[in-house]
């Protein structure tokens, strides 16, 4: 399936290869979010047969897991809409922002996440998917949507597409830590990090894990080069 983008260098000027890269992103997350909502099901069924939860009443595990299995269906609705356009090899059915980032190679990502604004066109919160890799000696950044859900796309991430680099990067970096799991930094690259920089990094990535809602302009929050170290920060 994904040959095209696997066995030769990628180009963002291919359709197919934007409609690749998302769709990985898309089919990732709709086998970990079943699967999540499968394994929530089965965990809060063995719960009431152990007689931990009332089997007729409702009660906050339960509710968690039909919640895991909605957010999964989300998912799955759009992962179909994918599957139909990668069958009828149409690809141009999705909308795709690119940013060229002036950074060398060492961070990727393939996620797909929620942009947090509703989409009254779907009745659904608008999803997009993420891909950071590397790109001619450089960094490219690709947001990739349904076109129903690319206004709210653009809504959402307005900071990023608009700022200068530096802010632009530092935006960017606290939008992977803060909604993608998938992420790889080449060690390399983090090992020229500061111990504040990795410290505000993690912190960062913790303390938005399961959806809550940590914010922090530290400059520190950063992935895409070293932040120059004060003495305290050594």
Request: proline share 5%.
């Given at each position: 399936?994904?040959?095209?983008?696997?066995?030769?260098?990628?180009?963002?000027?291919?359709?197919?290869?934007?409609?690749?890269?998302?769709?990985?992103?898309?089919?990732?997350?709709?086998?970990?979010?079943?699967?999540?909502?499968?394994?929530?099901?089965?965990?809060?069924?063995?719960?009431?047969?152990?007689?931990?939860?009332?089997?007729?009443?409702?009660?906050?595990p339960?509710?968690?897991?039909?919640?895991?299995?909605?957010?999964?269906?989300?998912?799955?609705?759009?992962?179909?809409?994918?599957?139909?356009?990668?069958v009828?090899?149409?690809?141009?059915?999705?909308?795709?922002?690119?940013?060229?980032?002036n950074?060398?190679p060492?961070?990727?990502?393939?996620?797909?996440?929620?942009?947090?604004?509703?989409?009254?066109?779907?009745?659904?919160?608008?999803?997009?998917?993420?891909?950071?890799?590397?790109?001619?000696?450089?960094?490219?950044?690709?947001?990739?949507?349904?076109?129903?859900?690319?206004?709210?796309?653009?809504?959402?991430?307005?900071?990023?597409f608009?700022?200068?680099?530096?802010c632009?990067?530092?935006?960017?970096?606290?939008?992977?830590?803060?909604?993608?799991?998938?992420?790889?930094?080449?060690?390399?690259?983090?090992?020229?990090?500061?111990?504040?920089?990795?410290?505000?990094?993690?912190?960062?990535?913790?303390?938005?894990?399961?959806?809550?809602?940590?914010?922090?302009?530290?400059?520190?929050?950063?992935?895409?080069?070293?932040?120059?170290?004060?003495?305290?920060?050594i």
């Amino acid at each position: 399936m994904f040959s095209p983008i696997e066995s030769r260098a990628f180009d963002a000027s291919n359709a197919q290869h934007l409609f690749l890269i998302a769709y990985r992103a898309v089919l990732k997350e709709a086998h970990a979010s079943l699967k999540a909502g499968i394994d929530s099901q089965a965990n809060y069924l063995r719960a009431v047969e152990a007689g931990l939860f009332p089997r007729d009443e409702p009660s906050a595990p339960g509710v968690a897991a039909v919640e895991q299995m909605v957010a999964g269906y989300l998912v799955h609705q759009i992962k179909e809409r994918y599957d139909q356009a990668f069958v009828a090899r149409e690809w141009s059915r999705t909308r795709h922002a690119t940013l060229y980032l002036n950074v060398p190679p060492g961070v990727a990502v393939n996620s797909f996440f929620s942009t947090d604004i509703w989409s009254e066109e779907t009745d659904t919160p608008a999803m997009v998917s993420l891909n950071i890799l590397p790109y001619r000696g450089q960094t490219l950044a690709v947001f990739s949507s349904l076109p129903e859900h690319s206004e709210q796309v653009e809504m959402a991430f307005d900071r990023i597409f608009s700022s200068r680099e530096e802010c632009q990067l530092h935006e960017l970096s606290k939008l992977v830590l803060k909604k993608c799991e998938n992420i790889v930094l080449a060690p390399a690259l983090y090992d020229t990090f500061c111990r504040r920089q990795k410290e505000q990094i993690t912190t960062y990535f913790e303390r938005n894990v399961a959806g809550q809602s940590y914010e922090a302009d530290d400059p520190q929050v950063f992935l895409f080069s070293a932040i120059r170290a004060t003495s305290s920060s050594i």
